[in-house]
């Protein structure tokens, strides 16, 4: 093999590696998918303090693909997160875990001025949030 194609390999071999990079760091930079919740009762307008669509089928159906759609490129594919985000099939089950989901979810999270979770308030109605609650009540690997 010659110095020009050894040059010319190694030359291909960085830049399709940075191709590569490039869709690795912008992964974390797609819009938030609306989620559809018709069937579910409306919530009104003030923020619940716990999940009304407990045990209920509709809401878990759609929550898991809200959460799919939203949140797994985070907390990862079913809610098993693989260390980038937290497994939230360990946030507390039932209504000990609603306050701290919602107030996450609705106002994100930011650490030492890095924003590590966005806020979807305003982004998606307290209907899908619940909804999401729902799914990761199912995914619950604690105790």
Not at 44 to 52: A, F, H, Q, R, Y
Request: charged share 20%; proline share 4%; with cysteine.
């Amino acid at each position: 093999m010659s110095s020009f194609t050894r040059k010319l390999g190694l030359s291909l071999v960085v830049c399709l590696s940075m191709a590569g990079a490039g869709r690795v760091l912008a992964h974390g930079d797609v819009t938030p998918q609306a989620i559809d919740t018709t069937g579910l009762p409306p919530v009104g307008t003030d923020w619940l303090e716990k999940n009304p669509y407990r045990g209920n089928e509709l809401a878990l159906k759609i929550g898991k693909s809200g959460f799919n759609q939203n949140c797994a490129r985070c907390h990862g594919i079913e809610a098993e997160s693989g260390g980038i985000a937290p497994d939230l099939r360990y946030l507390d089950k039932g209504e000990d875990g609603d306050a701290w989901f919602l107030n996450r979810i609705r106002h994100g999270y930011t650490q030492n001025g890095t924003t590590k979770m966005p806020a979807f308030e305003g982004i998606l109605s307290q209907e899908a949030m619940w909804t999401i609650r729902t799914y990761l009540d199912s995914r619950y690997a604690g105790d």
